[in-house]
């Protein structure tokens, strides 16, 4: 018997992986690669009754009834012992370099570590290596817990108390955690990348090193761009308050333009067609709630399996709102008040509104029917530190709640300074061109949020669908990619967002 065993996990597995990889599908790439070498053996793991995968995928398979870690470690304990490590990847994972299971294991073997990992790689590319000793005492821990049998659930059980552990990392030579990559091929937005990456270089079928694709991926941030992640639409122009730090007062012309229920389905249908695991945002430069059928709208966007962030004010979130509010998964319905203030006379004097109260009042509601993924949001100014702490102590029964907001200057078009400049040393390509989309209630796209008025028009996703403007914007970030000095239009030489990222 071989010391290693490679297991292969296809548990959670989407019908993604069944997707063309180079004349194969994904997961018969991840196959052939973990099977290429003999040095150890390998165990595909998938759900019994699983429908995805075809009967039979080339390996010896470990059939679980649950999607459980201590159901899945427990059988890979009992019914295949004799290893002295175990090796974790995923049946997504098409871009995987075997060397690095070997090289890992030997990582383990030279500084006698119960868990390897690696660091600063892109997922999906890094093994996790577990020795069999751990492996015994993750059984026991993961007794009684409630752990899904995920890419990340070795890690997290350990995390339960990590300094019982030998842990060593591998440590990549090119840092990749800004570029955010995740390479399993799990995601319609995946299986874009991967079908770039593949354009980019066709070699990389075959030549599976780590480098060959480390320099593909530093060479080209473009395959950053896939599909749409953040969707931002204004269903209406209208607002109860008239901020002077928000640009529908100061930029805008007054409009009294209204999304038809027509028009938001077919933005909604479009998006989740075109890219499924994208968030929805209501309203960027508006109040959401005061749209006649903004009830339907929500339930709409949740029902098409999209992931929903609600923007408001709270001065129209009633009873009936918040009841539907509380209704949703707050996994997929994610509810940001705007109060912004805590002093009811500054308030006033910033918001134009002495309403702070009713605010107060509809957030309380809130959150006494639901706590998880609602947020209440306190904007930072410059040398403003006493209205934070105010804020924060006023809120304290909720302070893991409270979201401070950076104040935007909308590329110096508003007055102001932002408390502290975050901003990079190093300019790199935006990451809202990059992922997100803005779409006025006339269905006018602009080139993004900072960019209300629409001076780098892109398009209409009304008469022109969501696609063709998405694509239309790619000549933006091409732009981007290539002008490391001002990085593209003159709204980007001054603009300090491009560094910020809407998960």
Not at 92 to 117: C, K, M, N, T, W
Not at 237 to 265: G, I, M, N, Y
Not at 364 to 372: D, G, I, P
């Amino acid at each position: 018997m071989k010391k290693v065993l490679v297991v292969v996990n296809a548990v959670g597995v989407t019908p993604v992986v069944c997707q063309e990889f180079s004349r194969r599908t994904v997961w018969e790439e991840t196959i052939r690669r973990v099977a290429s070498s003999a040095d150890y053996d390998a165990l595909l793991v998938r759900l019994a009754g699983e429908g995805v995968l075809p009967p039979e995928c080339g390996l010896p398979e470990l059939r679980v009834s649950g999607n459980g870690s201590h159901a899945v470690l427990t059988a890979l304990s009992g019914d295949h012992p004799g290893y002295d490590w175990y090796v974790f990847v995923s049946l997504s994972s098409a871009f995987l370099d075997p060397s690095l299971i070997g090289h890992f294991v030997q990582v383990g073997e030279r500084q006698l570590a119960h868990y390897v990992y690696g660091e600063h790689f892109p997922r999906g590319m890094a093994p996790e290596v577990l020795s069999a000793e751990a492996l015994t005492i993750l059984c026991g821990v993961s007794s009684g817990r409630d752990f899904p049998f995920s890419d990340e659930a070795i890690f997290d059980l350990m995390g339960l108390d990590i300094n019982s552990w030998d842990i060593e990392m591998v440590v990549s030579e090119h840092d990749f955690r800004r570029m955010r990559l995740d390479l399993r091929v799990m995601t319609s937005e995946a299986a874009a990348r991967m079908r770039s990456l593949l354009t980019l270089d066709p070699g990389l079928a075959d030549d599976w090193s780590w480098e060959r694709l480390s320099l593909v991926l530093r060479s080209h941030p473009e395959i950053l761009r896939t599909l749409p992640a953040y969707v931002e639409f204004d269903l209406l122009d209208t607002c109860q308050l008239a901020c002077r730090f928000c640009p529908r007062t100061l930029l805008l012309p007054a409009a009294e333009r209204v999304v038809s229920l027509d028009e938001a389905r077919r933005v909604i249908d479009e998006l989740a067609r075109f890219a499924p695991g994208a968030t929805l945002a209501l309203s960027p430069f508006s109040e959401p709630l005061l749209h006649p059928e903004c009830g339907t709208i929500i339930r709409m966007v949740l029902d098409a399996g999209l992931r929903l962030v609600l923007e408001t004010n709270g001065l129209a979130l009633d009873q009936g709102m918040a009841a539907l509010l509380a209704a949703a998964d707050p996994e997929r319905c994610i509810v940001i008040v705007s109060l912004d203030f805590s002093d009811p006379v500054r308030y006033e004097n910033e918001k134009g509104s002495g309403l702070l109260g009713l605010a107060e009042e509809n957030l309380r509601r809130l959150f006494s029917l639901r706590q998880r993924n609602v947020w209440l949001q306190a904007i930072q100014f410059e040398q403003d530190d006493a209205a934070l702490d105010a804020f924060y102590e006023k809120w304290k029964e909720y302070a893991d709640a409270i979201l401070p907001r950076k104040y935007n200057t909308w590329c110096h078009r508003l007055p102001g300074n932002p408390a502290v400049d975050l901003s990079p040393l190093v300019r790199t390509p935006c990451w809202h061109l990059a992922r997100d989309l803005v779409i006025r209630p006339d269905g006018s796209v602009g080139m993004c949020k900072q960019d209300p008025e629409g001076r780098v028009f892109s398009g209409n996703v009304f008469s022109e669908g969501l696609a063709a403007v998405w694509q239309r914007l790619d000549e933006q970030w091409q732009r981007h990619c290539g002008d490391e000095v001002s990085r593209g239009d003159d709204l980007c030489r001054v603009c300090d967002e491009w560094h910020t990222f809407n998960f």
